[in-house]
């Protein structure tokens, strides 16, 4: 360890630091001018941004880090790292727990074959997940949200098959979303209107939707412009690349379905629910599906259905169905949602609008009552069987009843910590924990600044605490995609989804319910330690990398034991990487690693196919 009252010593660190900073200024120099370059292929804001990076700033930290009597500076290791393949380029898409040919394998029965069935330790890929020839960096949102490059998606299927219906369209290197959709073929605006004449959309009561059954995530897209963040979900491929697009585009997204296993989000998380002709069948198996919704609705929230069966007696003829058929179906989900204790607010046409009862003092008094649910954790969902009971609300509902609007709950007292239902988070260490990820967040500014530039659209948090993280970066410009892993010592997602924010259970000894490419920045805090004797970290970090863009950023903070090895790993990912000191000094051994996913396509280096012939030869 360094004498402090050394002299020479200082002076010697003084003049290493200035080399130091010197060289990330060059590095992000460096990083701006090869964005420009066109390797990125579309970043055109990449220029504009560069321009505004302060080296300034970066003066004023300490970039050597100490630990003991070694010491680890931004040049890292000395030792070769091992060098990860590319993929085959059949695996451009490959998302490994909705493997196609796996998927198969498994009972269609309940949709079974559709949710997540991971490979085996030893089917894992151990190899880079290429991008496909000609990637190119999504348009900045809101543009993203009407224009995905062709390349990166080239999938023409739903332009001919949704044409009518005003999904998407292709126009020569780019599609177009016009904002329709299968219920809102003349836009997604107008729709949300019909939905605001009953539902309060416009004054932050609704602001965390879950839209089941997404198509390409419209819905989701416009109502961005009502501050309302909305939780996309379909399978994958049931239309192809639905998923995929609904995250080009810049909205939040997951492969999923309703099948047999409960939904990976906490109880009370969402405002609204909809569903636009999901073709799940909501009467069916005991009301099962619409069980599940609600235990995910929070007390006073929205149930959307519109399509089919509602307004039967006009469509019937149009959906080739039997009247009979759809009177009984609609007369299952009438049946079910009173056995609920919704309230059912109003028919629009198409659109039949349901509320949930902020407490349960009128359901008490029902003729017929459900089946409660036991009164075992009720987060606990993580590949547990869907039930055919009622979650219960909780003890008390008076902040449900006294609902804060959004922004205003963002950094109130959440409920769930306010009631003490959150065993060991305390008030004082909820408004703590507000304070040192602001003070995070504005660190990571000062030494990335395309944070706050509108360049990093789809954001992960992969341990997401409270969601302070978030909450600090919050802005129209981002989402963040919160992660909350089963393994966690506290299970705060019910948290974080009190504070308006969305999230979403994860074991990252797994692969992500999501597409190859779909993350700009991913933030990952104490995530290898979490993980440290589960799996392994190169299996982590594949999977972020097959998860992150090309040029996309990565932000790791963990112990500087832990972060040296990671930073061994990364150098053979074709990941520019810098580690730099904890804010409050080198004598902390928490560190943070600065990390910049390479531009590279099918083709650019070699696969693991080509090298194992290699070695043969």
């Known amino acids: 360890m360094a004498i402090k009252g050394n002299s020479g010593e200082l002076k010697s660190r003084s003049s290493a630091s200035i080399f130091i900073v010197i060289g990330l200024c060059c590095f992000f120099y460096i990083l701006g001018a090869w964005q ?55 695996y451009v ?16 029965d309940n949709m079974i074959y559709r949710e997540r069935h991971c ?22 949102w809101p543009q993203s949200r009407d224009y995905v490059p062709f390349a990166n998606a080239p999938y023409k299927s739903l332009t001919v098959e949704k044409a009518v219906q005003n999904w998407i369209q292709y126009e020569g290197n780019v599609f177009r979303f016009p904002g329709g959709g299968t219920q809102f073929p003349q836009g997604a605006d107008t729709y949300i209107n019909q939905l605001a004449s009953a539902i309060p959309i416009d004054n932050g009561v609704v602001r965390t939707a879950l839209d089941t059954g997404c198509g390409v995530a419209s819905l989701g897209a416009y109502l961005f412009k009502k501050n309302v963040i909305t939780m996309s979900f379909a399978p994958r491929d049931s239309h192809e690349a639905q998923v995929q697009f609904a ?22 998380a969402f405002d609204m629910a909809h569903c636009s002709r999901c073709l799940i069948p909501w009467g069916e198996n005991d009301g099962l599906y619409m069980m599940e919704v609600d235990r995910v609705l929070r007390p006073g929230g929205y149930w959307v259905l519109s399509g089919p069966p509602i307004n039967w007696r006009t469509y019937f003829g149009a ?99 306010s009631s003490g239902s959150v065993p060991g988070v305390s008030v004082d260490m909820y408004q703590e924990d507000i304070q040192i990820w602001e003070k995070h967040v504005k660190s990571y500014k000062s030494i990335n600044n395309l944070i706050d530039s509108g360049r990093f659209r789809n954001i992960m948090d992969m341990n997401a605490g409270l969601g302070s993280f978030a909450a600090a970066l919050d802005s129209p410009k981002l989402w963040v995609m919160n992660v909350m892993p089963t393994i966690a010592e506290k299970d705060t997602l019910g948290v974080i989804s009190d504070r308006g924010l969305i999230g979403i259970y994860h074991d990252w000894c797994e692969a992500f319910s999501t597409y190859p ?70 004598l902390v051994s928490e560190k943070v690693l600065f990390a910049v996913k390479k531009y590279w396509v099918v083709g650019d280096i070699i696969t693991a196919h080509n090298k194992k012939n290699k070695v043969k030869n």
């Not at 040049?75 to 993929?87: L, M, R, V």
């Not at 490979?119 to 900045?140: N, R, W």
């Not at 109003?346 to 349960?360: C, F, H, M, Q, S």
Request: proline share 8%.
């Open 517 to 586: 490419r779909t993350y700009d920045l991913i933030h990952a805090n104490g995530i290898f330690s979490l993980y440290k004797d589960k799996c392994k970290a190169e299996d982590i970090l594949l999977e972020m990398d097959r998860i992150l863009r090309p040029e996309g950023s990565v932000i790791i903070r963990d112990n500087v034991n832990v972060l040296v090895k990671v930073k061994k790993i990364v150098g053979g990912m074709r990941w520019d990487a810098r580690m730099v000191d904890h804010e409050d000094g080198p």
């Open 247 to 268: 995250l080009e585009r810049g909205v939040p997204a997951v492969i999923g379905v309703l099948g047999s296993i409960k939904m990976p989000f906490a109880t009370r």
């Open 36 to 90: 420009r370059s066109g390797f990125g292929k579309g970043d055109k804001i990449a220029s504009a941004i560069t321009k505004q990076t302060d080296c300034s700033v970066i003066s004023n930290l300490n970039y050597e880090t100490h630990h003991g009597d070694d010491v680890v500076t931004a040049d890292g290791s000395d030792k070769a790292a091992k060098e990860f393949p590319s993929c085959h380029a059949k």
């Open 93 to 108: 898409d490959y998302t490994p727990c909705q493997d196609q040919m796996r998927a198969m394998k498994f009972p269609r």
């Open 119 to 140: 490979p085996p330790e030893d089917e894992k890929l151990q190899c880079l997940i290429p991008a496909p020839k000609g990637y190119a960096t999504p348009f900045p």
């Open 319 to 417: 959906w080739k169905r039997p009247k009979e058929d759809l009177e009984e179906e609609q007369r299952k989900i009438e049946e079910i949602a009173r056995l609920l204790c919704w309230e059912k607010l109003d028919e629009l046409g198409d659109i039949a609008v349901w509320k949930k009862r902020t407490n349960y003092e009128l359901c008490r008094q029902q003729d017929i009552k459900p089946n409660l649910c036991e009164p075992s954790y009720p987060d606990d969902v993580w590949y547990k069987k869907m039930e055919a009971c009622v979650t219960p609300y909780p003890k008390s509902t008076k902040s449900y009843e006294e609902w804060k609007p959004f922004p205003d709950r963002l950094n109130a007292i959440p409920p769930r910590i």
